[in-house]
């Protein structure tokens, strides 16, 4: 069956460092992958999309990469702050069979 | 804001109660999406409209139903409440080209007793 995974470990890093996020994902070949924020108790904000054929896309202080042969996207936040602190979920989808299968999302918390 | 509305943002009921949560999605968006977020489990979708038709099931339960009125506002309904089914229930909506940009809304916080 399809699985995500991110690293349920919490992240901290030290503000202005460059955080990274993994999401790993198995038995399928996603078309999309998106990335969200999360803030405990609220819903989730969409932050990315990049597409199987996009290898990298960036958006102000964010960047994703998205390999298919490895099946796995990296989130990047350079320059972080401690207002980037929330959980990040990433969602792979499949084109046109409309499941949408979040991951369990990786919490980050960046240091002042 | 993303301009999704829930409401009520609360409700506590008893196991056995059926409840109503309401969406009102996007200005101009067609797709509404229904997903259950609770601690174990992750943020699990539930079903999709499109336009007033359901588009596609996730892992609904058979006492969960759904629909999206003319206005496109939509309706979750749950029904025979268990304790389980305590969670934060979100609704998400899209525009017709981008369906995996989703917009969510606040929330509704649900409490079974």
């Known amino acids: 069956s399809q699985k995500i995974e991110q690293n349920s470990e919490a992240l901290n890093i030290q503000e202005g460092k460059t955080a990274t996020l993994t999401c790993n994902y198995t038995n399928y070949s996603p078309a999309y992958l998106q990335w969200y924020r999360q803030d405990p108790g609220r819903g989730p904000v969409f932050l990315l999309l990049?597409?199987?054929?996009?290898k990298e896309k960036r958006k102000e202080r964010l960047k994703v990469t998205f390999d298919t042969t490895l099946k796995q996207s990296l989130f990047h936040i350079t320059a972080s702050q401690p207002a980037d602190s929330a959980t990040y979920l990433c969602?792979?989808?499949?084109?046109?069979?409309?499941?949408?299968?979040f991951g369990t999302g990786t919490r980050l918390k960046v240091l002042a | 804001d993303s301009g999704v509305t829930q409401t009520p943002k609360h409700l506590i009921t008893a196991t056995g109660q059926r409840v109503t949560l309401r969406c009102s999605p996007r200005s101009g968006d067609l797709s509404v999406y229904w997903y259950q977020q609770s601690l174990d489990q992750g943020l699990q979708f539930l079903i999709q409209?499109?336009?007033?038709?359901?588009?596609a099931k996730g892992n609904i339960l058979e006492r969960f139903s759904a629909q999206q009125f003319p206005d496109l506002h939509s309706e979750l309904n749950l029904s025979s409440l268990e304790l389980g089914d305590s969670a934060l229930y979100f609704c998400?909506?899209?525009?017709?080209?981008?369906?995996?940009?989703?917009?969510f809304g606040p929330g509704t916080r649900l409490t079974v007793t």
């Open positions: 998400a909506s899209s525009g017709l080209w981008r369906v995996y940009e989703q917009y």
């Open positions: 409209y499109y336009n007033g038709e359901e588009r």
């Open positions: 969602a792979p989808s499949t084109s046109g069979t409309y499941k949408y299968i």
């Open positions: 990049i597409r199987e054929n996009e």
